[in-house]
């Protein structure tokens, strides 16, 4: 199944980053761009943390045992309708990535899954595009 194709939203200034492994790739890709992360470990305390905090985007790389990507992206969705979420597939885990892209792509089509280094694309995108604005 191909990758996303969608882009990714402008604004990441306040971004909750959901990953309960090693995530420190997508974590200074973010920070480079100059976003202000909130982590949170896994599923269950992203929905605390958007409960009490209004983000920009969230982008999950990985949710913990207790709640899988599909279920955290519905959940997140359901407390912040309008708040773009995006998956960044685990470089560290590829069986799970197969089956939950699939799911993802059937039931949620709107949220663009990427890999670590089209992710990372993108976001030397709107690296650039805030670049250009700023020197204007």
Do not use: H, W, Y
């Not at 920070?31 to 269950?44: F, H, I, P, Q």
């Not at 209004?54 to 708040?83: H, K, W």
Request: net charge neutral; aromatic share 4%; hydrophobic share 40%.
């Amino acid at each position: 199944m191909p990758v996303s194709t969608f882009n990714l939203p402008r604004r990441f200034d306040e971004t909750l980053l959901v990953c309960a492994r090693r995530c420190a790739e997508v974590e200074n890709q973010l920070a480079n761009l100059g976003c202000r992360l909130t982590r949170a470990r896994d599923g269950n305390r992203a929905l605390g943390k958007i409960r009490r905090k209004t983000f920009d985007s969230a982008v999950l790389v990985s949710t913990g045992e207790q709640m899988d990507l599909v279920e955290t992206i519905l959940n997140l969705r359901d407390i912040r309708p309008s708040m773009p979420v995006i998956v960044v597939i685990d470089p560290n885990s590829s069986e799970p990535n197969v089956t939950a892209r699939a799911i993802i792509a059937l039931a949620i089509p709107e949220v663009p899954i990427f890999t670590l280094s089209d992710f990372q694309a993108q976001l030397d995108s709107i690296g650039d595009k805030k670049t250009r604005t700023t020197d204007d």
